[in-house]
T-cell receptor, first 116, second 112 residues
Framework: ETGVTQSPTHLIKTRGQQVTLRCSSQ?????VSWYQQALGQGPQFIFQ???????GRGNFPPRFSGLQFPNYSSELNVNALELDDSALYLC???????????????FGPGTRLLVL | GDSVTQMEGPVTLSEEAFLTINCTYT??????LFWYVQYPGEGLQLLLK?????DKGSNKGFEATYRKETTSFHLEKGSVQVSDSAVYFC???????????FGGGTRVLVKP
């Protein structure tokens, strides 16, 4: 069974640039959630993708956007990068069944983004 | 809104000591509760979970019991090892919910 993978592992960008982060979900999972973890803090929910559509969003501006592909992998795009976007970005995959409720989320290793 | 509160760290222990990390939550309904562990430079690993009141989650010698009456999910381990040094996160997800709500994390350092 393949776990959750993310790429790249590290990234350095400058303010105003755009970035795309990628996530491959665990085998058998159909849902991907993205989280931002600032240094020394707990992860914060950005959004979730299910059936290739956004299925809930946290308190993040529209310049944070995403995609989910038919193979359930996902991308997180951030436009107009700001210094405060420097963080560890975590992807989590899960299986959402017919009941659609409280599935267990399994995390990838994360992408560490530094904005200069 | 929903929230999770953990004891602040760092918690420094000697090897073979008893570990307790307190976690309390605020949420409507009956959330599922989780403990995740983050080793230096890595992502989060699921440590254990409980989905209803009085459930006990356990894994790798760690245990936590879902206490509805005190809205708590304290993590315990009877004898820690140096390899248990990490940051531990308590989290909840609501029924039909899509997001995990995390506490701020507790750093644990185990010295030989």
């Amino acid at each position: 069974e393949t776990g959750v993978t993310q790429s790249p592992t590290h990234l350095i960008k400058t303010r105003g640039q755009q970035v795309t982060l990628r996530c491959s979900s665990q085998s058998g999972h159909n849902t991907v959630s993205w989280y931002q973890q600032a240094l020394g803090q707990g992860p914060q929910f950005i959004f979730q993708y299910y059936r290739e559509e956004e299925n809930g969003r946290g308190n993040f501006p529209p310049r944070f956007s995403g995609l989910q592909f038919p193979n359930y992998s996902s991308e997180l795009n951030v436009n107009a990068l700001e210094l405060d976007d420097s963080a560890l970005y975590l992807c989590a995959s899960s299986f959402k069944g017919a009941s659609g409720s409280r599935e267990t989320q399994y995390f990838g290793p994360g992408t560490r983004l530094l904005v200069l | 809104g929903d929230s999770v509160t953990q004891m602040e760290g760092p918690v420094t222990l000697s090897e073979e000591a008893f570990l307790t990390i307190n976690c309390t939550y605020t949420a409507t309904g009956y959330p599922s509760l989780f403990w995740y562990v983050q080793y230096p430079g890595e992502g989060l690993q699921l440590l254990l979970k409980a989905t209803k009141a009085d459930d006990k989650g356990s894994n790798k010698g760690f245990e936590a019991t879902y206490r509805k009456e005190t809205t708590s999910f304290h993590l315990e381990k009877g004898s820690v090892q140096v390899s248990d040094s990490a940051v531990y996160f308590c989290a909840l997800i609501k029924a039909a919910g899509n997001k995990l709500t995390f506490g701020g994390g507790t750093r644990v350092l185990v010295k030989p």
